[in-house]
């Protein structure tokens, strides 16, 4: 992928600023499309939206309009001039598609999974100029993920792009698919070049969270959201409790914040490169430290080989969680943080203890 240039699209779409991509999870009656296309026009975004061929967990429920939504969208494209996006799952999809002018064709996080899936839709686009979008794959696989951008890429599609929607997960969380927002920043990092957008609905799975996550992928970068607009909400046939009313969205858009990603202030680059020795500094400490506590460990290993002793310890462990716990409290550092990093650590313990057995087995034998 690295001869892609993404045909610079993301700029000729939304200039120097944030792309919005919004409108209704999914297209339902054409009135509905058509008075979401107005509302999020002219509360400021760039493309229109909107589910055709819904993929559903359960069979029985709404699973979308089909081919006549893209003449609904046609007829807003007419209307408002704006640009339209459909999620496509099949070359069907993508033959319809094309025939109705969509401009924008975007891969779902179902399909994105599967690459027979995807070459399919790749063999689809060939030789098609318009701009695909690749969201993440539902687990958390970048290598899937880029897998699949680079099949679209080999077809020869160039305005490509990344969309970020999160990652399903049977953890008791608050959003609906967990953002795990350093794979998007991984992509980010090995195609730099490649517009990445977030899509803070699916994450969040309610209306009320979509603007602070949407803020936190702009302040780490992305160039752009998918916001699922919808004039009532409430009363969507799929995704009601995460989709917003175009005039939220408008109140929403000039609210974001856009981060400098380059500094230039000496006076600030100064302070930068201070902070950041003393912060290289503690991290070097910080593996020094590990260092110590891995021979420490080495050293309680050998004693219980020796003594026969079992390597995990219930009672230790609890005991260490909990101080570790408490001490995390005292000095105001995030409690899940401290109880992830411990675990880690713990298991980084019991790992290394079996090595010291495993070594002291094979030379008493
Ligand atoms: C959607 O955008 O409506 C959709 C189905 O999303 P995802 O593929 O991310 O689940
Ligand atoms: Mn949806």
Redesign the pocket.
């Given at each position: 992928m690295t001869h892609t240039n993404f045909n610079n699209w993301l700029e000729q779409v939304a200039g120097k600023g944030i792309l919005v991509i919004a409108g209704p999870?999914s297209a339902e009656t054409e009135e509905q499309v058509l008075a979401t296309a107005r509302g999020v026009k002219q509360a400021g975004a760039h493309i229109l939206r909107a589910?055709i061929w819904?993929?559903r967990t359960r069979p029985g429920n709404f699973e979308g309009v089909g081919a006549i939504g893209l003449k609904w969208m046609q007829r807003a494209k007419q209307e408002t001039g704006m640009m339209t996006a459909v999620?496509v799952a099949n070359p069907h999809h993508v033959e319809l598609a094309l025939q109705h002018d969509i401009d924008v064709l975007w891969i779902?996080?179902?399909t994105s999974v599967n690459p027979f899936a995807v070459q399919e839709i790749a063999g689809a686009l060939r030789g098609s100029d318009k701009i695909v979008l690749v969201?993440n794959p539902i687990n958390p696989d970048l290598a899937l993920w880029i897998g699949a951008l680079e099949r679209i890429a080999k077809a020869g599609i160039e305005k490509l792009g990344a969309i970020h929607?999160g990652f399903s997960s049977y953890k008791k969380m608050p959003y609906r698919n967990e953002p795990l927002w350093q794979i998007p920043i991984d992509l980010k990092t090995r195609f730099p070049a490649m517009p990445l957008i977030n899509?803070p609905s699916?994450i969040s799975g309610k209306r009320e969270n979509v603007f602070d996550i949407a803020q936190t992928a702009i302040q780490l970068l992305f160039d752009g959201v998918m916001i699922?607009t919808h004039i009532d909400p409430e009363n969507a046939w799929s995704?009601a409790r995460q989709q917003v009313t175009p005039d939220m969205l408008k109140e929403m858009i000039p609210k974001f914040v856009t981060p400098k990603d380059k500094v230039f202030n000496p006076d600030l680059l100064k302070s930068f490169k201070i902070l950041r020795k003393e912060i290289d500094d503690l991290d070097t400490e910080l593996v020094q430290l590990l260092k110590n506590r891995q021979d420490k460990i080495e050293a309680i290993g050998r004693l219980k080989f020796k003594e026969n002793v079992a390597i995990y310890q219930k009672e230790r462990w609890l005991d260490i969680l909990n101080k570790a716990i408490k001490n995390a409290e005292e000095n105001n550092i995030n409690r899940k943080f401290i109880e992830q990093l411990f675990r880690l650590l713990h298991q980084e313990s019991l790992k290394l203890q079996h090595q010291v057995f495993n070594a002291l087995n094979t030379k008493n034998k």
């Open positions: 999870c589910g819904k993929p999620e779902g996080a179902r969201k929607r899509d699916h699922e995704d």
